[in-house]
């Protein structure tokens, strides 16, 4: 019997090897085909038919069934991201594989071990945050956006956004309903950011306000330069827009061709607006009490008042 079977084997395998034009491998003595001492059909020591020294049944040699080099379940060689093909830091790490887009940070350290990595995390409480929720780089679609006073351009790697007189919001979907978020914004200010005020930012808890049917209420964190200022604003989805606080004098030694980046921040109770640019200028602004609603649900976005801006990318965190 086994005389009878080994004969098969032969003749399968030359059979194979006719039809793929390949030599048929060398036997040896034992029930496979193969020079090893187990089971298969194959060279190596262990038990599967491929030829590698795992016990999967791809080629590479690491322990699960997809054909790169790590140990995790995907087809791509990071961790656990499939790329879109943009950079949008130029950090070396596709955006998805990136934890943390728009700060370049190529070491990709993440002390605390929860997804978000350091340079994320530098500015204040954002260390409460551990989901990238939204990025957008603005390479795709606009079909999230919605414009709402302004001129807004999606596309091309940024939203050029324009308002003056008057301001203009560009809100992007969803909704967020939870706590703690933050809405980030990064751009650039252009020549015409030399008109004086010139308020760019983010817009967030947008939602339609009670009492004001057809409105829409919001808050807004805007940078102001050349003045160094940043503010806090409330619209009531009423008929006035409400200053609400600020701090002047912030650090901004960044150039119109150094990126800013605008956040709000909102833990539950408090909102937290922070300025940050390419030059490691810094300013943070407090908002508690009576200066923040019950309902910070909303929508966040991009903001603009009497200027204009590149916007090179949005996210937001949870
Ligand atoms: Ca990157
Ligand atoms: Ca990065
Ligand atoms: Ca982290
Ligand atoms: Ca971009």
């Known amino acids: 019997m ?88 130029g950090d070396g790490l596709d955006d998805n594989c990136d934890n943390c887009p728009t700060y370049p940070n190529g070491g990709q350290n993440d002390d605390d071990d929860d997804g978000i990595g350091d340079a994320c995390e530098a500015s204040w409480n954002h260390d409460l945050l551990d ?6 780089p603005f390479i795709g679609t606009q079909a999230e956006w919605a414009p709402s006073g302004g001129d807004w351009s ?41 008109m004086t005020p010139s308020y760019t930012g983010v817009v967030f808890a947008a939602h339609e306000e009670t009492g ?50 605008v956040r709000a921040f909102y833990n539950g109770t408090d909102a937290v607006c922070t300025y940050e640019d390419e030059a490691g200028g810094y300013g943070e602004l407090g908002l508690s009490g009576g200066e923040v609603w019950g309902d910070m649900s909303g929508n966040g976005g991009l903001r603009l008042y009497t200027t204009s801006a590149t916007f090179t990318s949005f996210a937001i965190y949870l």
């Not at 009531?236 to 800013?260: C, K, L």
């Open 2 to 89: 086994r005389l009878t079977l080994k004969v098969m084997t032969i003749l399968a395998a030359l059979a194979f090897a006719a039809c793929t034009g390949n030599s048929p491998p060398a036997f040896a003595p034992g029930t496979d085909t193969d020079t090893d001492s187990d089971s298969d059909s194959d060279s190596d020591s262990d038990s599967d038919s491929d030829s590698d020294s795992d016990s999967d049944s791809d080629s590479d040699s690491d322990s699960d069934s997809d054909s790169d080099s790590d140990s995790d379940s995907d087809s791509d060689s990071d961790s656990d991201c499939e790329g879109n093909g943009h950079d949008e830091d």
């Open 212 to 261: 004001y049917p057809d409105y829409i209420a919001y808050y807004t964190c805007l940078y102001e330069h050349p003045t160094g200022t940043l503010s806090a604003w409330m619209y009531d989805g009423g008929t006035y827009i409400e200053f609400v606080d600020s701090t002047e004098g912030i650090d901004d030694p960044a150039t119109s061709e150094q990126w800013r980046k």
């Open 154 to 194: 999606y596309g091309d790697d940024s939203v050029f956004g324009q308002a003056n007189p008057g301001g203009g919001n560009y809100f992007r979907a969803p909704f967020i309903d939870t706590a703690p978020y933050s809405v980030e914004a990064t751009f650039y200010n252009g020549a015409s950011s030399s």
């Open 131 to 136: 989901d990238i929720h939204i990025f957008d």
